[in-house]
T-cell receptor, first 112, second 114 residues
Framework: EADIYQTPRYLVIGTGKKITLECSQT?????MYWYQQDPGMELHLIHY???????EKGDLSSESTVSRIRTEHFPLTLESARPSHTSQYLC???????????FGPGTRLLVL | KNQVEQSPQSLIILEGKNCTLQ??????????LRWYKQDTGRGPVSLTI?????NTKSNGRYTATLDADTKQSSLHITASQLSDSASYIC?????????????FGRGTQLTVWP
């Protein structure tokens, strides 16, 4: 079982609210990722980070933002949630030994 | 366009039976291919990783094969158990760097019935 955690696991929120999805890992991995996954669909990379103070946008355009102030912490923020943001958000990390990504349990977001 | 296609989309089998899941990809250049298992409501967990030179790799009852010439991979599950019910995702990497960008298939949803 990977040591990567996400909170909250489930979130129901109204349109226009600001939300932050938390992701923490205790494996000392430099690389961390955020994916968005809709039911029956493939994972889409929305943000990634090589290390502290390094963040990049992924392949799928997203209105969310991320920060990497500490190695173990990679939060994702939506300034103004909309129903189109309803999805599952998965956080992952990987080390230098191989590229295997270890995933957190995900946050299921519902925006009303 | 780099793509990963999986078949079947869903599969129902009886406990104890074997099954094979397919993955075809067009990702180039190829670095490696992984199979992940994703239980409902959980994040994916890596089962196997295969590089260009590897044809087969086993992890318990899971055996993955790779044909880099035809760009096909399969995941064979032997003597299925109820706990095998999950989505199985094929993931292909197009580089060996530490970037970590991957191409994901949509997964095969496997249901094992008692």
């Amino acid at each position: 079982e990977a040591d990567i955690y996400q909170t909250p696991r489930y979130l129901v929120i109204g349109t226009g609210k600001k939300i932050t999805l938390e992701c923490s890992q205790t494996m000392g991995h430099d690389k961390m990722y955020w994916y968005q996954q809709d039911p029956g669909m493939e994972l889409h990379l929305i943000h990634y980070s090589y290390g502290v103070n390094s963040t990049e946008k992924g392949d799928l355009s997203s209105e969310s933002t991320v920060s990497r102030i500490r190695t173990e912490h990679f939060p994702l923020t939506l300034e103004s949630a909309r129903p189109s943001h309803t999805s599952q958000y998965l956080c992952a990390s990987s080390g230098d030994r191989d590229e295997t990504q270890y995933f957190g349990p995900g946050t299921r977001l519902l925006v009303l | 366009k780099n793509q990963v296609e999986q078949s079947p989309q869903s599969l129902i089998i009886l406990e104890g039976k074997n099954c094979t899941l397919q993955c075809n990809y067009t990702v180039s250049p190829f670095s490696n291919l992984r199979w992940y298992k994703q239980d409902t409501g959980r994040g994916p967990v890596s089962l196997t990783i295969m590089t260009f030179s590897e044809n087969t790799k086993s992890n318990g009852r899971y055996t993955a094969t790779l044909d880099a010439d035809t760009k096909q991979s399969s995941l064979h599950i032997t003597a299925s158990q109820l706990s095998d019910s999950a989505s199985y995702i094929c993931v292909v990497s197009d580089r060996g760097s530490t970037l970590g960008r991957l191409y994901f298939g949509r997964g095969t949803q496997l249901t094992v019935w008692p």
